[in-house]
Each structure stands twice: as C-alpha cells, then as structure tokens.
C-alpha cells in the first residue's frame, strides 16, 4: 500500500473522494449499511405521515428514537442480570 504526504488537510480530505465509483465500490458501501444497522437498528412504522409543522415531525422520529434507546437499554440491563444469576461471563455475538 503506497504511502501519500500531502500538505494540507483539505488536499489529504479531496484524495479520499472517489469520483468515477464501480460496482466493487456501490458494494462495499452497501455492506457498511448493513453493519450499521445491524448493530442499532430502528425500525420505524411503515406508512405515509402527515405533520402540520417540521417541528411536530421531528417529535415523532424522536418518540420513536427514544423508544428505541429505552428498549435498547432494557434489554441490555436484563443481559447483565441474567449474567450475574449466573455468577459468570458470558461472551454475546452479534449475529
């Protein structure tokens, strides 16, 4: 793997960008959304909503964010509960 010095940021940052994608690109950003929602997704209800203003639309996505979180740390105290009935570690996968 070559090794590329540049002298400011902003050329470092421009060298990243990939301006002439291929399939193995579109890939491999694909898997990279696949890992992020595997570990935290959300699934939000399925449908059309209507919303009067901006402001009563992002209360719903934060109820269901935050409905989210607190499920998500329910279940995650239940785990350590059930590991300390059992007096030792356990190892969890995420599959």
């Known amino acids: 793997m070559p090794v590329f010095k540049y002298k400011t ?10 301006f002439n994608p291929g399939e193995k690109y579109y890939d491999r950003v694909s898997e990279l959304w696949d ?37 998500l740390h329910i279940t995650k105290k239940q785990r350590c509960e059930e590991i300390k009935k059992r007096g030792k570690r ?6």
């Open 9 to 18: 940021y902003e050329e470092a940052e421009k060298a990243l960008w990939n």
């Open 35 to 71: 890992f992020a929602n595997e570990l935290s997704s959300i699934s939000y209800p399925q449908g059309i909503f209507k919303f009067k203003s901006i402001e009563e639309a992002n209360k719903h996505r934060e109820e269901i964010e935050i409905a989210h979180a607190k499920y």
């Open 90 to 95: 356990m190892l969890f996968r995420l599959s």
